[in-house]
């Protein structure tokens, strides 16, 4: 499944030229994209999309690699014979403190996986539930991958409104979709690296 870039397409340009087609308006396709931006401090749900090259971060693509940019909220996977390359758009840690940025791997795969709260996020929210299975309340959403470092992981969701903001105690949150592809083509020993 080849992933729209978004280069150049604003999302009031899209909702407008969207409502010109629906209503038949074809000649004025550029006023999309004259429109004014909105500014202040309005959060946008996106991420940037912009393709990555893997040289600059690993040395090689033994077991394929996932690089997690939290600051474009995109999870870029390489196969390890460079036929398979997808991004994803991904939620992150809402705060630098939740945030750890480094090398790490895939240790295991998990079809509905169990969610069970940190110990600091507990603390933090002591009536969080000590443990939510698989279904449509588990933050886990329907597939993980269990890095090396404990309580991370990279994992579904079934709120997407998290997707393309940061909204995470740690992990990095995809589409249940999109975790679905992924986990396809991630395997343990897979190379995980988050800037």
């Known amino acids: ?24 308006v074809t000649a004025a396709p550029a006023i999309a994209q004259t429109l004014p931006e909105a500014s202040g401090g309005v959060q946008r749900n ?4 912009r393709a990555q090259k893997w040289q600059p971060y690993f040395s090689n693509l033994n077991n ?3 690089l997690v940019d939290t600051q474009t909220r995109a999870l870029h996977y390489w196969s390890e014979d460079q036929s398979i390359f997808r991004v994803y758009p991904t939620s992150v840690p809402l705060s630098e403190e939740l945030t750890r940025l480094g090398r790490t791997e895939v240790t295991q795969k998990v079809v509905g996986p169990t969610w ?16 939510v299975g698989p279904g ?20 579904g969701t079934h709120d997407t409104r998290k997707i393309g903001r940061p909204s995470s105690n740690g992990c990095v949150g995809l589409f249940n979709e999109d975790i ?9 020993g897979t190379q ?3 800037i």
Do not use: C
């Not at 309340?137 to 309580?151: E, F, I, K, R, V």
């Open 1 to 24: 499944m080849k992933r729209f870039d978004g280069a150049g397409l604003t999302r009031r340009g899209f909702m407008v030229g969207t409502a010109m087609a629906a209503t038949g």
């Open 46 to 49: 996106i991420s940037g999309f």
């Open 136 to 155: 449509p309340d588990n933050p886990l959403g329907t597939h993980a991958l269990y890095l090396s470092w404990q309580y991370y992981r990279i994992h």
């Open 64 to 66: 394929g690699a996932i």
């Open 180 to 188: 679905q592809e992924l986990f396809g083509y991630a395997k343990v």
């Open 116 to 131: 069970r709260p940190t110990p600091s996020m507990k603390e933090r929210n002591p009536e969080w539930p000590d443990v």
């Open 192 to 194: 995980v690296l988050l």
